[in-house]
């Protein structure tokens, strides 16, 4: 699978995180999206702005826009997309994995 293969990120994504590079004075925005243990269903996501890789990440860079993804995470988010959705409720980032097999109750963790 390509690194462009791997995940995806909606332009209203990348945006809003250069949005928030900006607010938080980061100077090259990065977006971290990783996968770790936990939730009843056993895996979650993160994302966090970073201003630097790891010896060991994926690099995706699109619009001037680099996603950091570490190995581990790699084999659970292969053809993810990433979109940024607004609504009257609430606002936030979403990972869409077709990889996934169920989700909890709570929508917070997955199984892949």
């Given at each position: 699978m390509s690194q462009t293969e791997l995940v995806s990120i909606s332009q209203k994504a990348i945006d809003k995180v250069k949005e928030f590079s900006k607010i938080e004075e980061k100077s090259s925005p990065g977006l971290r999206v990783y996968v770790a243990g936990g939730g009843c269903a056993g895996l979650t996501?993160?994302?966090?702005?970073?201003?630097?890789?790891?010896?060991?990440?994926?690099?995706?860079?699109?619009?001037?826009?680099?996603?950091?993804?570490?190995?581990?995470?790699?084999?659970?988010?292969?053809?993810?997309?990433?979109?940024?959705?607004?609504?009257?409720?609430?606002?936030?980032?979403?990972?869409?994995?077709?990889?996934?097999?169920?989700?909890c109750a709570c929508g917070k963790s997955v199984s892949v």
């Open positions: 996501y993160g994302m966090a702005l970073e201003d630097n890789s790891t010896d060991e990440d994926i690099i995706i860079e699109t619009e001037g826009l680099k996603i950091f993804i570490d190995p581990f995470s790699a084999k659970y988010l292969g053809g993810s997309s990433i979109d940024y959705l607004e609504s009257i409720e609430s606002s936030g980032f979403k990972i869409n994995n077709p990889n996934v097999t169920s989700t």
